[in-house]
Each structure stands twice: as structure tokens, then as C-alpha cells.
């Protein structure tokens, strides 16, 4: 499985944008790569996932490099409330669940 | 669409007792996950089941802990005995199928304390 490797923190104000960057370099052929997000005292959510160049949804974008060693999760005008853990998955769609790392604990202020 | 269900929210034991916590996935899920999340850390998984079969215990401990999943649906976590580092929060998540990428919907967990 290929190990990833994030900030453990992150510091922003309300209105920014926040780019949170994973590393993944034996990512291999067939690995996805997908975010969740977690609020205290709440499981995680999933934001996103992909595969190669950009996915866009509501919440967040996620941009992976041609080599797809490092992946970036962007968060257009943050705000308080998107004060959580973000955790970076990779993994395939064999039936092994994938493994949550130690995450990034984002911190907006006002 | 009702989310994962877990019970109880919090639980206080002192150490040797025992312990369960249920879980009920989404209708329809077929794989279930157990995992343990301890402060500041992120989820590891104990136990996946798809259906009432086992894909992965390979991280549970078995010589305490124990899990079930009941006609494929609801899953029971049971450990007996506690010690003081089983203090955590013991999340329940479920997905529709088994692929490793597949979306998982977590419950609120349950946060257990052993003292």
C-alpha cells in the first residue's frame, strides 16, 4: 500500500484559499486518491477522490500532477467551519479498505 | 437517507470489565467497518466484513476484542477485558460494495474510556 505523507497542520483565515498537499511517491498503477474530512467528535466524511489531472465538485478540488506522486486538495474561501482533520487515502479497488494516515488538522481563524 | 447508526455515544468502564458497542449500516451496505481512533490519531481499521464474512481482522486483537455481524446487517464490537489503552473512540462505517475506493459513511462513533 502506498504510504502518504501530509502536514500535520495548517493554519488559514476565513476567506482564503487553503491548499493542503499529499505526498504518495510508490503510488502505483492502479491506486486511487481520495480525501476525507473530520469534525470533532464526528467520523470522517468523504470530500473527493481521484485518479489523475483535476476533479471538481462542491466542496473542494483535488489536483494530481502527471506523475501522480503528490496529490493537492484545494479549499476555495475556507471558513470557520471548515475548521477539521483532512486525510489523505491511496489505494485500488481490491477489497482491502484503505489506511488512514495522521491526517491534516487545518485551523481557520477569523 | 438514514445514516450509520452506533450505540452507545459514550461509555465508562473500568479496566477487566467488558464492553459492546452496535452498529447498524446504511440499508443496503454490504461491507462493514469497525475502526479505532485513538487522540490524535487517524481511524485504524480492526475489522471489515462484506456481508457476514470477514475481509480483514488482521489488526483486531483477538484475545480481547471480538466482533460480529448479525445476518449481514447490524455488527456487534465486544471487548473483554479492557485494559486502559483500549480507551478511544470506536467508529462504525459501511459502504455499498467492497472496493477499496468505494465511499465510506461513518457513524458519529462511540467513546469509550476505561479508567
Known amino acids: 500500500l502506498a504510504k502518504t505523507t501530509q502536514p500535520i497542520s495548517m493554519d488559514s483565515y476565513e476567506g482564503q484559499e487553503v491548499n493542503i498537499t499529499c505526498s504518495h511517491n510508490n503510488i502505483a498503477t492502479n491506486d486511487y486518491i481520495t480525501w476525507y474530512q473530520q469534525f470533532p467528535s464526528q467520523g470522517p466524511r468523504f470530500i473527493i477522490q481521484g485518479y489523475k489531472t483535476k476533479v471538481t465538485n462542491e466542496v473542494a478540488s483535488l489536483f494530481i500532477p502527471a506523475d501522480r506522486k503528490s496529490s493537492t486538495l484545494s479549499l476555495p474561501r475556507v471558513s470557520l467551519s471548515d475548521t477539521a482533520v483532512y486525510y489523505c487515502?491511496?489505494?485500488?479497488?481490491?477489497?482491502?479498505?484503505?489506511?488512514f494516515g495522521s491526517g491534516t488538522r487545518l485551523q481557520v481563524q477569523p | 437517507e438514514a445514516g450509520v447508526a452506533q450505540s452507545p455515544r459514550y461509555k465508562i468502564i473500568e479496566k477487566r470489565q467488558s464492553v459492546a458497542f452496535w452498529c447498524n449500516p446504511i440499508s443496503g451496505h454490504a461491507t462493514l467497518y469497525w475502526y479505532q481512533q485513538i487522540l490524535g490519531q487517524g481511524p485504524k481499521l480492526l475489522i471489515q466484513f462484506q456481508n457476514n464474512g470477514v475481509v480483514d481482522d488482521s489488526q483486531l486483537p483477538k484475545d480481547r476484542f471480538s466482533a460480529e455481524r448479525l445476518k449481514g446487517v447490524d455488527s456487534t464490537l465486544k471487548i473483554q477485558p479492557a485494559k486502559l489503552e483500549d480507551s478511544a473512540v470506536y467508529l462504525c462505517?459501511?459502504?455499498?460494495?467492497?472496493?477499496?475506493?468505494?465511499?465510506?459513511?461513518f457513524g458519529s462513533g462511540t467513546q469509550l474510556s476505561v479508567l
Open positions: 462505517a459501511s459502504s455499498l460494495g467492497g472496493a477499496g475506493t468505494e465511499k465510506l459513511f
Open positions: 487515502l491511496v489505494g485500488d479497488t481490491g477489497r482491502r479498505a484503505l489506511t
